[in-house]
């Protein structure tokens, strides 16, 4: 998705191949990355239910307690993974800095 035409976001949509009518299929995925955010010029920041890429850490575990699961490597790069109304919030930290919160909301 774009804003005020630079990129603020990318869906992912459910469809097959060759299908010419996008109007009836559905958005699955909506993810937002701190790179393309922090390239706009035009928003001083972006909440996603409450989520900024200002939060903490700390803040995102206040906020939704402990993870579904969670993934880490030697990288310092940790996702953390929540089920919620069997849809999945992603919130990946790079070096403890939130850097992509993603919403997958499934497929049909």
Not at 24 to 40: E, G, H, L, M, Y
Request: glycine letters at 6%.
């Amino acid at each position: 998705m774009l804003y005020d035409g630079k990129l603020l976001d990318t869906v992912t949509m459910h469809c097959a191949a060759d299908d010419n009518d996008y109007s009836d299929n559905d958005i699955i995925c909506i993810s937002f990355t701190a790179s393309a955010f922090k390239r706009q010029d035009t928003i001083d920041n972006i909440s996603i239910g409450g989520i900024t890429f200002e939060s903490t850490e700390a803040e995102i575990n206040q906020m939704f307690g402990e993870p579904t699961d969670n993934h880490e490597d030697s990288s310092h790069f940790s996702s953390y993974l929540y089920l919620i109304d069997k849809k999945w919030l992603t919130l990946s930290f790079n070096y403890g800095h939130l850097n992509i919160i993603d919403l997958n909301f499934g497929g049909k």
